[in-house]
């Protein structure tokens, strides 16, 4: 039995005999521990912190004395003066092995960190990007065995780091002889570890031990909003989120609109890439105003969009998006260089677009795929992707369908009579007392229901102007719970529904929810026509799930995940009395929020998610619902808005179910409860 | 024992049974003979040209029938009025096997063509560029079973080409779809195959067959020229070349003072930069218009240059080159994108950077090295490359030792008191009759030799204005063979040679080679300090040469290179007169034109002799002429002008050689013969 004292790392439970003198991060190495360092051991970086235990261990079957571990020495007396140390925390290059012992390897110390994510069935976001920071020390230059500066620097990260044979990029040769001479020949390396496109590569260099971050954008490339997350890509964290509205709503508010203008203007195309280009180009200064970091530390950005602006972000013309076949010029995902696209960044910063799964199915819904992972999951499971288009998944471990279904802007209060953006002065919830039929809502911008105390005041500067696309789905779901509306889809006269807030319009019938003439804004209505616009959205949504179900030669499904910045914010409940979704256990009904933006972060942060997702789209089945003659079957058959009686079974039990929003970001989580009370009083 | 007709192949000999039937094509690929296609058998390339023989050939055996080949078909009629065909000739994918056939496979259809070189010492350039043009047909879209244009034309690639998984460039993917659909699915791509740095990439595209060529160019960037070749990529010949003064020269004539320009003025190496990529952008326009190219169709570059111009391509400050340790900032090859250096040749270009040997000895040392290629040689060759540093190499198949050595620009004509640059009026050839002691020459830009009828008539437009680099050395060796100057280098006073044309200046004589005053022209003179300048030039070159001898252990090698635009024009004996080079027998002295440029299209056309020369350039042993006693103690013992009796025991027997130049690039070859004739009279 070996007399070499026992150190065991927890969470791992890893454990080994080491002998006395072993450094903490030796110990770790050997063991395969994940225990980051950034300096090799050399007591600069500080990433290898670790928490030893003292005292007895029942569990391990050991002790640890309190001379277990070398003492407190002068390297760790030096880095704590400087930027302090956490108390009870040693750094493991420096504490030595002196007895058994146990020692705590915190997460912000794993190479591999995760970012937990809230939601249980999401997958967490495993920290493994594809660049990273390598502390080295070089060789100096000798005219008896002459050899490149970069050359011994490459040779040094090779057998420090056991890094792959590099290349430098441009910028790096240019700067390298004084940032080394500068480093006395003590350097930082930004390493890009290489993929099937780009050969590993030094992206950039600093002198001596270099204590900043190298960052990363995830940027969701919407045709209405372009949203971006700044992540640092050593601790995964989002440093700044910020948006602007995509500059291309000049040349169209929809995709088809702009496919238009590319084939009526010989320039149109590049007009339209060149706003785009602009406009990301603006945002990323202003996100890293925001981080206030430096643009040049960003060198890597993934994209996820849909087909359209995938092309035009590329530069291609979108025209054949717009007719049969919808052939995509490529549908793999791309490794760029960001100066090839014309994106400001870090000159050598990658970019990397996800693949897209059809000429309908773009990257973003890749990205949801990536995010929701329905090729993971055991249970079946449909995630919709709600917008101007749905894409849709379905899938399990064994299969994944995905298509897209053509809903229009109605879910996005287009189209709508009192319709609008989701802004400040829409309304977004709705509730009707089924009794006195009798409306309340909440609109963006303020905390308090229509019947609360002081929402007048609080919406004076806002004014109630509309009502947005979550607001018009609940105010359809609630009239037809109230009795307002009957399944075709007829809003009932003031004498069939008893109250006065329906009138007629035309040849059909119209409900008030708000009328702000009195302090000069507009009557706030839902005409028969909004129905009808809301009837085809969701007819269309719920056809291609329901033609994928047939594919899949299912009935029904175990799960529902609604993503989209859309999703987010419909609420389960009222999709459900709307039939949007095909039926699911309601507790299975769930909010991803943005999972496309969640997908891009993943992609960005992790580098074999990549390959993953790659792999994934590659065996997703896609379905052209255009050339499906089932789809049309069902389109026609789901128009109607269901009752309790068929096709939806379950409807009357959600009646008093809570209408919690699963979305992750935030939301008023007493609503469900406000509810309540509202119906009681 | 097969029945099948026998098929035959030369030059290669490969042979093999097919059934009647057989396209002759196909046949070759069985076997492995080397017969381009383009088209892949479609009859549209005409690559796979081939010449039947008939009639008995004893020495394979077989009769060949006159029918024992399908008769000529209609693609072949139509290939042969469109454009014709040698008479004699078939097309490789039309002509099947009918009976036992003997097929010659003309240079020009090999897939691996070479471009034989007129020395025999030099290696042949085999054609085998990294950038090829392969037709195909791609799949049309299907909605059924969506997938990107560019995907299925990879697939494509791949089935017909077995081409590995390939990327595309942006460009590529932005003309994608319409030319597609412009050449109704039939393609043309340009692919790079790939190498360490690049993945296998799609670089162009054409609609239907592209009858055109790529190109390529080789660069030799000179501190004082930049001259080009551009080559054809399929044929490896080289269409058109060309040169430009370097506009660096306004920085400073010779490298060090361009370092100390770096030096002394803050953004200097950067200007210098845009100076020389300015001049280079130029130049390509320039020869594609000489060519009647358009530039966009120039898809790979390959740059050879000293390592100061080196730095400067890429935008490096040369400083530490102008200091101990002279450290390169990188010495490896470089596989670059031309857009990233600023370079104005196709979109997706390529640039290749040979690697440099030490921080004295430049990528034009391996280019030289790739062309004389000494690492592949029986006999130990020296190699010089003579220009304001001689760049040394000596070895055989065993080692290959190289060095530097200061020659200073006294060889290239400057700081010499009647020199110049080679130029129209300058004298570059002397000879001195030993009786008379009368000089006779020849001036650039005129055939005739100054005794000759109508010199002066032939003259009078350029004047004669100096004596360049290969003038004055054929000038102080003629001094010396006609007794002038002695041993340690004195001209003799009127009395001491019997001339008038000795003329005391100073301290010391002077000689006088023409005087043009009675015309308004200079007195061209040969002064004792234009002697010092030669002889510490010359002192240079065989002290790096005798060390390297030195360091490899021998006392004489076996044959001499001299390479370099200057070096092709000094004449051999006059070198060896000089003492410029060790001894080596007379007839092993040859000069190789410019090897760096050859080197430079070497790495151009054959992707495998870069491969090559890395390696080669990793095994040659740096020698650092600085930091080496041996080599100041042979530079003092090697100023003397050698005379009959030592150290070159064979300098008497040289007087009566022709001196034949054997620069590749002209010069008249009855010199000789003329001079012998003058001697005589």
Redesign the interface.
């Known amino acids: 039995m070996s007399k070499d004292p026992l150190v065991i790392f927890t969470p791992s439970g890893k454990r080994g005999h080491f002998p006395v003198g072993t450094p903490i991060l030796t110990a770790a190495r050997k063991l395969g521990v994940d225990l980051d360092s950034a300096c090799g051991g050399r007591g600069i970086c500080s990433k290898c912190q670790v928490t030893p235990s003292y005292g007895e261990f029942s569990k391990h079957g050991v002790t640890v004395a309190k001379d277990a571990l070398s003492e407190w020495n002068t390297v760790e007396d030096r880095y704590n003066e400087k930027r302090g140390l956490i108390s009870g925390r040693r750094l493991g290059c420096q504490a030595k092995v002196q007895g058994d012992i146990v020692v705590d390897v915190p997460a912000e110390s794993q190479v591999h960190k995760q970012v937990v994510r809230k939601r249980a069935e999401a997958r967490d976001i495993v920290v493994n990007p594809s660049t990273r920071l390598y502390y080295v020390e070089v060789q100096e ?11 011994r620097l490459i040779t040094a990260l090779r057998k420090e780091w056991e890094l792959p ?1 590099l ?2 990029d ?1 910028s790096v ?2 700067a ?3 940032v080394l001479r500068k480093g006395e020949w003590k350097v930082t390396c930004a390493v890009h570890l290489g993929d ?4 590993p590569r030094i992206m950039q260099i600093w002198p001596g031990y270099y204590e900043g971050s190298i960052y990363g954008l995830a940027v969701d490339l919407g045709s209405t909003t372009i949203a971006a997350h700044l992540c640092d890509l050593g601790s995964g964290e989002v440093v700044a989120s910020s948006g602007i509205m995509n500059p291309q709503i000049r040349f169209g508010e929809d995709l088809m609109s702009r496919v238009s203008y590319g084939m009526m203007n010989a320039s149109g195309a590049d007009e339209m890439t060149d706003a785009v280009l602009e406009g990301m180009n603006a945002l990323f200064v202003q996100i890293a105003a925001e981080a206030e970091i430096d643009r040049n530390l960003i060198l890597d950005a993934v994209f996820v969009c849909n087909p359209v602006m995938h092309h035009l972000l ?4 979108p ?2 998006l717009g007719q ?9 995902a791309l490794a ?1 260089r960001a100066v ?2 014309g994106l400001n960044l870090h000159p050598a910063a990658r970019v990397y677009v996800l693949p ?4 309908h199915v773009g990257a973003d819904a890749a990205a949801v795929a990536l995010s929701e992972a329905p090729d993971k999951s055991e249970d079946l499971v449909l995630v919709v992707d709600v917008g101007t288009n749905a894409e849709i998944l379905l899938g399990n471990k064994e299969k994944v369908l995905a298509c897209s279904s053509p809903t229009g802007p109605a879910f996005e209060g287009a189209q709508i009579s009192s319709g609008q953006r989701a802004a400040p002065g829409a309304i977004e919830r709705i509730v009707i007392d089924p009794v006195t039929k009798e409306p309340h809502f909440k609109v963006i911008g303020c905390d308090l229901w229509s019947d609360e105390d002081g929402f007048a005041a609080e919406t004076a500067a806002t004014g109630i102007t509309g009502i947005c696309g979550s607001g018009i789905i609940e105010a359809v779901a609630e009239m037809r719970l109230a009795g307002i509306v009957d399944g075709p889809g007829l809003i009932g006269s003031a004498e069939q529904t008893g109250t006065d807030r329906c009138f007629p319009e035309g040849r059909t019938n119209s409900f008030l929810i708000h009328d702000g003439t009195a302090d000069g804004g507009p009557r706030i209505t839902v005409t028969n026509v909004d129905i009808r616009q809301i009837q085809m959205a969701k007819a269309a949504l719920y056809s291609g799930a329901r033609l994928l179900m047939d594919k899949f030669g299912v009935d029904k499904v175990d799960r529902v995940v609604l993503a989209g910045a859309f999703g987010a914010h419909i609420s389960p409940k009222h999709a459900m009395v709307l039939g949007m979704i095909p039926d699911a256990p309601f507790e299975n009904v769930t909010s991803a929020g943005n999972a496309a933006g969640t997908g891009a972060r993943i992609a960005l942060l992790n580098t074999d998610a990549r390959k993953d997702i790659e792999e994934t789209v590659r065996n997703i089945h ?1 379905i ?1 619902t ?2 499906e003659p089932r789809f049309q079957e069902h389109f026609v058959n789901a128009s109607a808005i269901p009752n309790s009686a068929e096709p939806f079974p379950i409807l009357n039990s959600l009646v008093d179910l809570p209408d919690v929003n699963h979305n992750q970001g935030g939301g008023d989580k007493s609503e469900g409860r406000r509810r309540r009370r509202k119906r009681a009083s």
């Open positions: 230059p000798d005219m008896h065995d002459p050899s490149g500066d970069l050359e044979e290349e430098a441009l040769l240019k390298l002889q004084p099937d496109t780009f050969s590329l530069g291609i013309d025209f054949e049969a076949p919808f052939a995509l010029t490529t549908s793999d760029l090839e696209l897209c799964i059809a000429g896609k052209e255009a050339i």
